[in-house]
T-cell receptor, first 114, second 114 residues
Framework: KQEVTQIPAALSVPEGENLVLNCSFT??????LQWFRQDPGKGLTSLLL?????REQTSGRLNASLDKSSGRSTLYIAASQPGDSATYLC?????????????FGKGTLLTVNP | DADVTQTPRNRITKTGKRIMLECSQT?????MYWYRQDPGLGLRLIYY???????NKGEISDGYSVSRQAQAKFSLSLESAIPNQTALYFC?????????????FGPGTRLTVT
């Protein structure tokens, strides 16, 4: 059974700092990996999706990398801003097609202090 | 207007009552999902549907049922609500198009069973 772990559970940084959020998964035979952002009491917003054949994806100040062999992904946030404060969730699927299902980590709560 | 909508947004009900949560989407996606989110447990998949005729159980389907009334509508029912079904419920959609399987979430329904 796939298990997804996110470390740290919470992170507090000053504004402007570059930071890395970590995601690890036990079964490296993944189909894809998705990073989400969740604001308090709200739904999830998709940030980046990395297919198993890709090593990284970038969107603005966000960069997600994938190392399948080691079962790890990182989300790099450059020049953090208070508006980046949220919970960041990592999720993986082991199959495409009719067996496509996401397994989620518990998230990292990020606080960016002005 | 939001692409994925959920009604109601908040609901308080009593033990033993039947309750239905509704999800509608305007994204034209074929796949729809129901998750619940509990503090410390992350998101867990309840049911998922790949089209109107294809319904599948997820990780925690006991005590729940679903109906896919149309491609755009997917309802979750609790036949006899119990307190441990108190949680935040999310609907999500995806398709197999240009960004295969990327999931888009609704704003959530906060359900309290007393």
């Amino acid at each position: 059974k796939q298990e997804v772990t996110q470390i740290p559970a919470a992170l507090s940084v000053p504004e402007g700092e570059n930071l890395v959020l970590n995601c690890s998964f036990t079964d490296s035979a993944i189909y894809n990996l998705q990073w989400f952002r969740q604001d308090p009491g709200k739904g999830l917003t998709s940030l980046l999706l990395i297919q198993s054949s890709q090593r990284e994806q970038t969107s603005g100040r966000l960069n997600a990398s994938l190392d399948k062999s080691s079962g790890r992904s990182t989300l790099y946030i450059a020049a953090s801003q208070p508006g980046d404060s949220a919970t960041y969730l990592c999720a993986v699927s082991n199959s495409g097609g009719s067996n496509y299902k996401l397994t989620f980590g518990k998230g990292t709560l990020l606080t960016v202090n002005p | 207007d939001a692409d994925v909508t959920q009604t109601p947004r908040n609901r308080i009900t009593k033990t033993g009552k039947r309750i239905m949560l509704e999800c509608s989407q305007t994204k034209g996606h074929d796949r729809m999902y129901w998750y619940r989110q509990d503090p410390g447990l992350g998101l867990r998949l309840i049911y998922y549907s790949f089209d109107v005729k294809d319904i599948n159980k997820g990780e925690i389907s006991d005590g729940y049922s679903v109906s896919r009334q149309a491609q755009a509508k997917f309802s979750l029912s609790l036949e006899s609500a119990i307190p441990n079904q108190t949680a935040l419920y999310f609907c999500a959609t995806s398709d197999t198009g240009t960004r295969p399987y990327e999931q888009y979430f609704g704003p959530g329904t906060r359900l309290t069973v007393t």
